[in-house]
Structure formats: structure tokens, C-alpha cells
């Protein structure tokens, strides 16, 4: 297992992400998504995966559905 320095730049991804990611929960048609909002750690952990170019293993929705909108890959 590989070590990853979480920069400033993934910081900075990842609140963007917290903000996109909460706006689209909002408008999905999933009515359990709707009513979510994408925690700190899962914009961190999208922003980790698209900075590296990284899939992510996850069965979280509210994770799931957020990566697959920016085209981070999704494994399970």
C-alpha cells in the first residue's frame, strides 16, 4: 500500500468538490440522494482519485454518485 501526501492542491480540489458535490446531490432524481449532502471525507477521497488519476472502491451512494458526475472510476 502506497503512502499519499495530501496536498494543498487536493485540499482545494476537494472543497470544490464538497461544493459541486452538494448542489448535485440536490438535483438528483434519487430522492434519498436529494436529501444528502457529500461529506468532507468523500470530497476528499474523489479529489484524491481524480488528482491521481485513481479508482475508488466504494458501495457509498452519496460517493458513488458524485465521482461517476466528474468521471472518477467506481469499483463495486
Known amino acids: 500500500m502506497k503512502k499519499i501526501a ?5 485540499f482545494d480540489q476537494a ?13 438528483a432524481d434519487d430522492l434519498l440522494l436529494k436529501k ?3 461529506s468532507a471525507c468523500d470530497a476528499l477521497t474523489i479529489a484524491v482519485g481524480k488528482i491521481l488519476n485513481l479508482p475508488i472502491l466504494t458501495g457509498d ?15 463495486w
Open 61 to 75: 451512494k452519496d460517493l458513488s454518485y458524485m465521482a461517476e458526475k466528474i468521471g472518477v472510476e467506481i469499483i
Open 36 to 38: 444528502r449532502k457529500l
Open 6 to 10: 495530501i496536498t494543498l492542491d487536493i
Open 15 to 27: 472543497s470544490k468538490i464538497k461544493l459541486k458535490g452538494d448542489t448535485l446531490l440536490s438535483e
